[in-house]
């Protein structure tokens, strides 16, 4: 039996806390895996039973386990190294100084408002985010953005000539056999999401807004899964098992190295980065807006994955992000002993 009783209590607690309906939660340790599932998939307009095998809009996580590992691929089979600059892919993109590496970093320093962001269609939105200035930030702040990974999807649908979410489902999701894996999901094999301005329940369409008007050509959002396939992936990040992820584990053990300059915000390529308390070993960390994360540690070989319905139904939800933070410290306190 795996023992990460604390963390194990926190995620349960927010069960009975009322702090989201339901939660699937799984932690491994090398041959071990121990998952449960707990609570409800709606609150609205019916209570619904949750059930393990439930697909969850995994929103970000989609940017690491969708698109980075495409990148990944081209940069294990010697097409890219990721010091490419964005506008050779993307020529109405001026700024030459913007590489690859800075969108896989989020150290780009491209941001700025759109105006009616959400009301415009697809064509025109795409022009406004590759028309979006860089700043003062480049390379002296990481700062989380989608448009990075938009921008990326674009790179890719410009290297295969297919939309990005076909080249994932082509390079990630068929090779690895997930069969639970997808960008259009049968929505009542989904949990539920946000309440619409409406009254309509978002369920089995991704909630992202920016993802929704994109469609097939986003990067940044709109995978499907369940605790089957994720686990699968994990295991491949851990280097338990070799069929699961597109890329050899040598160039999985890249991504357990900082990627960022110094004194910038420590992140991997596509991956945040969390230290081991005790040696400051890297750790994998990504979230997806849903309520959605994963923790992997590969020197343990050791992981959490997390899939919650935090923004059901109100779409706000500020607490979670909280105890989110009590969680991942408290399974990192854990994992300590585990050595």
Request: charged content about 20%; aromatic content about 10%.
């Amino acid at each position: 039996m795996i023992d990460y009783f604390k963390t194990q209590h926190l995620i349960e607690q927010m069960i009975s806390d009322r702090i989201v309906p339901g939660v699937n939660y799984t932690f491994i340790k090398k041959d071990q895996v121990t998952n449960s599932t707990i609570g409800l998939a709606s609150l609205i307009p019916n209570k619904t039973q949750l059930n393990p095998f439930s697909l969850y809009d995994l929103a970000s996580l989609t940017k690491v386990l969708g698109t980075t590992n495409v990148f990944l691929k081209l940069y294990q089979d010697g097409v890219l190294n990721f010091t490419e600059p964005l506008n050779d892919f993307i020529p109405d993109f001026k700024d030459r100084r913007v590489r690859l590496f800075h969108l896989l970093t989020h150290t780009s320093g491209i941001k700025g408002w759109i105006p009616n962001r959400d009301q415009l269609p697809a064509p025109e939105l795409l022009k406004a985010i590759i028309n979006l200035p860089v700043t003062e930030e480049f390379e002296t702040r990481m700062r989380y953005a989608d448009t990075n990974f938009i921008l990326l999807g674009l790179v890719l649908e410009k290297i295969y000539h297919q939309s990005v979410q076909q080249v994932i489902k082509e390079q990630v999701i068929y090779p690895a056999k997930l069969k639970n894996t997808t960008f259009n999901p049968v929505a009542g094999d989904c949990v539920p999401t946000a309440l619409l301005v409406n009254g309509k329940i978002l369920q089995g369409v991704v909630h992202d807004p920016k993802a929704r008007t994109l469609g097939k050509d986003c990067g940044s959002a709109g995978m499907f899964s369940n605790m089957n396939d994720l686990i699968k992936m994990a295991q491949g990040y851990l280097g338990l098992r070799d069929d699961s992820l597109p890329i050899s584990q040598d160039t999985i053990t890249e991504l357990y190295s900082i990627h960022t300059p110094k004194r910038v915000h420590a992140r991997s390529w596509g991956w945040d980065l969390c230290f081991d308390p005790i040696d400051k070993h890297p750790i994998l960390y990504h979230t997806g807006f849903t309520g959605t994360f994963m923790l992997l540690d590969r020197l343990n070989q050791s992981g959490l994955i997390v899939l919650t319905n935090r923004i059901h139904p109100s779409g706000h939800n500020e607490i979670f992000l909280s105890i989110r933070e009590k969680i991942v410290a408290t399974f990192l306190q854990e994992n300590t002993y585990k050595h």
